[in-house]
């Protein structure tokens, strides 16, 4: 009875090893199929995971073999640490580089830099400057007034701002979103249930509930 416990527990090992090391070692002909990328040329229009650029040809090869990710080069901005800036038009962040390097081919154009960046909870934001492009992402988030170039991507939450001028922009995405006051300037709700306290100009599209009065901010 004892060999035949020992028996099965051997057994057991050994394809638990098996399953490891399959999975360990990647797929040989994937990764063949992988490095074939460098060939003709194509080492110059790729980089590795971290965005940098191959020496040549057998360099790109090596990395491919060996089961390194080969990225085209236009992915360079999601690379590395870089998707912790970038967010979706939707302000929606991303969980990996992989992840923002694939909308960022099926989306040309639409990747979103952010001069400053939230957490996944809820942030105060602060003053935003001319020309900054904050990102909140999720949680409830809230920031100072929007003008001059200012851009407020909320992300998925239900997020504040006071009040968006002339050349500001909140773009609330996902979430229960709202605006003190737009007088001039751009608030393009996005999903869910979005409003304004109080209308004077400007645009806003996307926004539910416009010229709520005082009582609307939260
Ligand atoms: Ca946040
Ligand atoms: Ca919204």
Redesign the pocket.
């Known amino acids: 009875m004892r060999w035949r416990t020992l028996l099965v527990l051997c057994a057991l090992v050994a394809l638990t090893v098996g399953v490891a090391t399959a999975t360990g070692s990647g797929n040989p002909g994937g990764n063949s199929a992988n490095a074939k990328k460098c060939y003709k040329g194509g080492w110059q229009t790729l980089v590795d995971a971290n965005g940098n650029p191959f020496a040549n040809q057998d360099a790109c090869v090596s990395y491919g073999a060996k089961g390194g990710v080969l990225y085209p080069s236009s992915a360079g901005p999601c690379l590395g640490t870089g998707y912790q800036m970038k967010a979706t038009a939707n302000g929606d962040p991303f969980a990996s580089a992989a992840a923002c390097a694939a909308y960022l081919a099926a989306n040309p154009g639409q990747l979103v830099s952010c001069t400053r960046v939230g957490t996944s909870g809820n942030d105060d934001l602060g003053l935003v400057g001319s020309d900054e492009v904050v990102c909140g992402f999720g949680g409830n988030d809230i920031a100072g007034n929007l003008l001059n170039g200012a851009v407020f991507y909320?992300g998925p939450g239900?997020?504040f701002i006071n009040f968006v001028g002339p050349g500001g922009t909140f773009n609330?995405?996902?979430?229960?979103?709202t605006l003190g006051e737009l007088s001039g300037g751009t608030f393009d709700?996005?999903?869910?249930?979005?409003a304004i306290c109080l209308y004077l100009s400007g645009s806003h599209p996307?926004v539910e509930n416009i010229d709520t009065g005082p009582g609307c901010i939260p």
Do not use: P
């Open positions: 909320g239900d997020d609330g995405g996902a979430g229960d979103d709700g996005g999903a869910d249930t979005d996307n």
